[in-house]
């Protein structure tokens, strides 16, 4: 024990790196605690906090290899909602009924909402690299930041933008929940609020499917169409099973901390299990032809995608990559001015 | 690092559903005032639920707890003089005398007045 320093009211005694000082002020006790935690202590402390299911808030210490890892999944299912909305307002001008443009309406106006609330969970994870959601934005231009696979591909009747509501939202739904439980705090609250929304979102895709489905030969005919169409992006959107097929896989890191808590595969599982039925209830034929639940591995097996394809896709290499982006960034540039001409103000 | 130039602040985000319900933390936002700040509040976060009312508050108002800090929120389990558990024992005395116990249960169920007076 080291008494650093002894005073009439105040001492302080530095033991075992727990700092105590002693004082009074004004006849009131102000003794405060203070400990000066190693980097492995710090490690083992956040450790335990998660393993008991406690949350990491953004002011509390963490391993830089969390700090990363949740800036990459946040800041990329931030700016997959804000691109997410690009294929959908194109069906805005295009919906059949004055309800119908409200309803869709409605739905862009949550997914910017929600790009919004996670980019302000990305930000302040950013804080210690002094980055903000500018910088989110270059980084997708560059092409550093991708957005999610299954907004690379081109909306071409009514039918897909029920599809999307219904089964991307459904698919989106799946991975979403699967994390309401993360670790960390900021990230949970603001998939609580998502999720609820997400409920309209695909009930709101299911509407516009249901109407197409009991209505004429023709408009049956393009939801077949749109299910052929969308099919190997639904199965595309939860990724690979493993990091074999691209070669980095954030599923390992997330689900060691608690991020998230299945597997690509798990997911997908569940994805067929919940929608496979309801699918096939409306009368359509899924694509593919050797799909079937295998009683024995409890286990749906399908026919896998094309993972090349899949490749060129997070390479921005997909059918409508270039041009969404060139959408978002002609419309970022376009209005930049703004940002420049108020911050000039202020500083 | 040189501060970039921006014209956002973070304002935090408190709202309440009815008007005797408590405010609670909604989420954070970036707006470049306070009457900003309410308006995207609203965009943001009150599209669908009742709300009853609105606070929102810079970040740099509020002073929080820092990590020492939190450590001495822990709690000794030596208070109970303070708490209803330190008097559980005048339940098997009040049987004695052949009367009920005026729990917190009981207590709270005459909001509103008694319709038995």
Known sequence: ?347 | MEQKKTFYQEFEVFSKRTPSSPFQHQFSLLAPNAEMAMVMAQENFMRRDPVADIWVVNREHIRGLTKEEKVTLQRLDNKDYRTTKGYGYLKKKWRHYEQQMLDEKEILSWAGGNKND
């Open chain 1, 1 to 347: 024990m080291i008494i650093e320093n002894i005073l009439a009211i105040n001492i302080t005694i530095k033991y075992n790196n727990v700092k105590y000082t002693l004082y009074e002020k004004g006849g009131i006790n102000v003794s405060t605690l203070e400990k000066d935690f190693t980097e492995q202590e710090e490690l083992e402390k956040f450790v335990a906090r998660i393993e008991a299911g406690d949350k990491i808030e953004a002011d509390d210490w963490m391993p830089e290899e969390y700090r990363v890892a949740l800036i990459k999944l946040i800041s990329q299912h931030g700016i997959s909602e804000i691109m997410g909305a690009l294929p959908e307002k194109e069906w805005v001008p295009k919906a059949p009924s004055l309800r119908r443009k409200l309803g869709i309406m409605a739905k862009v106006q949550d997914e910017m909402g929600h790009g919004q609330l996670l980019l302000r969970v990305a930000e302040d994870l950013l804080k210690p690299y002094g980055k903000d959601r500018g910088d989110l934005m270059q980084d997708l231009f560059n092409g550093d930041l991708k957005f999610h696979n299954v907004f690379h591909m081109a909306t071409n009747t009514w039918a897909d933008a029920g599809m999307i509501g219904w089964l991307v939202d459904g698919a989106a739904i799946i991975t979403q929940t699967n994390m309401l439980g993360a670790s960390y705090g900021p990230y949970a609250r603001a998939l609580h609020r998502i999720c609820a929304e997400e409920v309209f979102h695909a009930q709101h895709g299911e509407a516009i499917i249901m109407a197409l489905a009991e209505g004429t030969e023709e408009q049956k005919q393009m939801i077949q169409e749109s299910l052929n169409d969308w099919w190997e992006a639904l199965l595309m959107f939860f990724g690979p099973a493993s990091s074999t097929t691209t070669g980095t896989s954030k599923q390992d890191v997330t689900i060691k901390y608690k991020i998230r808590t299945s597997t690509n595969e798990e997911l997908r599982q569940s994805f067929f299990s919940k929608y496979i039925p309801r699918i096939l209830s409306l009368g359509l034929t899924i694509p593919d032809p050797t799909l079937h639940f295998d009683e024995e591995q409890q286990l749906w097996v399908y026919q896998q995608p094309d993972w090349n394809k899949f490749k060129q896709i997070i390479r921005n290499n997909g059918p409508r990559s270039q041009a969404r982006l060139n959408l978002r960034r002609v419309s970022y540039e376009t209005n930049a001015w703004v940002l420049d001409a108020l911050s000039a103000a202020v500083n």
